[in-house]
């Protein structure tokens, strides 16, 4: 079955301590992206990566690193969390040329 | 990318038709109208997108506008699970440019 997986689907952790959410795709797309949503605010874009190695920033990156070593991997990670990055996150990939896009079942982070 | 005006709510009866508009009067040529939706904090799922022709698949018919400056997503027999946020997007393929999603319409399917 075609999807975007990612882990954890819950987390609750205390500010300062470095965190990664996994995010996988079995279609073998090249775009990949990182997103959060928050009340109001709609779905904002964090990371996205076009391909194995060329990751760029989106509308807000800051606190945030990602990597693409593997094609079907896209992490996100949080060095040094905060409580304004309490948030739900959702990784998707995007399929070539038709760009329908796959989202991940989210991942609901609390830093207190 | 254009900008994108829907309604913030709509309600639908429950078997009717579900038609969901989508105003993008600054759509430019080679700009695909796409239509998602998101239920309740589940990752929103893909649901149909067109350039200027009418689409119809197993889920949703896109009707768009000859001048293509709006757009209707159909669903012809609602159900309650589709109660959810309908997004509406306009953009180029193909390109580094993000997929923006706005604030969508809150469809609510009524028994």
Known sequence: ?112 | DAKTTQPTSMDCAEGRAANLPCNHSTISGNEYVYWYRQIHSQGPQYIIHGLKNNETNEMASLIITEDRKSSTLILPHATLRDTAVYYCIVRVPFGNNDMRFGAGTRLTVKP
């Open chain 1, 1 to 112: 079955e075609a999807q975007v997986t990612q882990n954890p689907r819950y987390l609750i952790t205390v500010t300062g301590k470095k965190l990664t959410v996994t995010c996988s795709q079995n279609m073998n797309h090249e775009y990949m992206s990182w997103y959060r949503q928050d009340p109001g605010l709609g779905l904002r874009q964090i990371y996205y990566s076009m391909n194995v190695e060329v990751t760029d920033k989106g509308d807000v990156p800051e606190g945030y690193k990602v990597s693409r070593k593997e094609k079907r991997n896209f992490p996100l990670i949080l060095e040094s969390p905060s409580p304004n990055q309490t948030s739900l996150y959702f990784c998707a990939s995007r399929t070539r040329p038709q760009e329908t896009q796959y989202f991940g079942p989210g991942t609901r982070l609390l830093v207190l």
